[in-house]
């Protein structure tokens, strides 16, 4: 079975239905986040403060190669992920790819803004970065999934549709 790989706007639930879901189909989990801090030994924030974007979208990239390689693995990745073209075809070719959409109000209530660089400056950043984003990430899915009820529901939902 394929790799299982989840995007969506940061704070949709990427990496707790994420975990569920591995649990639930036995399949190794992977946050790309977490693998970029521990490759690096440095904080994403502080990876984009101290050396910025550009630098961490080529590591994001690098590191989604070096995970997505073998199968059965279940693969939360980086809000931005899709920002780079190459990326969405490595996504494609090497995972089932679900859209995870959550709406943006909920988002805001969970989510603790001053841990996200992209946000933590402008408060209509998150309506902005969906505007930009969504039909981006509707292009590289071959699902979406709607996560409106519980990050447990939502694993479900998966596990119906791979299953
Ligand atoms: C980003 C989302 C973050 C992280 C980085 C950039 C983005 O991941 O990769 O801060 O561009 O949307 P989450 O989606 O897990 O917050």
């Known amino acids: 079975m394929k790799n299982i790989s989840l995007i969506g706007m940061p704070g949709c639930g990427k ?3 994420g975990r569920i879901l591995a649990e639930g189909l036995g399949y190794y989990f992977v946050d790309l986040d977490e693998y970029i801090e521990n490759k690096c ?6 990876i984009f403060e101290n050396l910025g974007e550009k630098f961490f979208r080529k590591l994001e990239s690098e590191s989604l190669k070096e995970i997505i ?4 693995k279940v693969i939360a990745t980086g809000g931005g992920v899709i920002t780079v073209e190459e990326n969405i075809k490595i996504l494609r070719e090497n995972s089932l790819v679900f859209y995870i959409k959550r709406d943006l109000k909920d988002i805001l209530k969970d ?11 402008n408060h209509n950043a998150i309506y902005e970065l969906y505007n930009k984003r969504h039909k981006i990430y509707q292009k590289c899915a071959h699902f979406l999934v709607i996560n409106d009820k519980s990050a447990y529901e939502t694993a479900k939902h998966i596990m119906m549709i791979v299953r």
Do not use: V
């Open 111 to 121: 989510i603790d803004i001053e841990k996200r660089p992209l946000l933590k400056d």
């Open 69 to 72: 390689a073998g199968s059965k």
């Open 41 to 46: 030994g440095m904080r994403i924030d502080y």
């Open 15 to 17: 990496t707790t239905i």
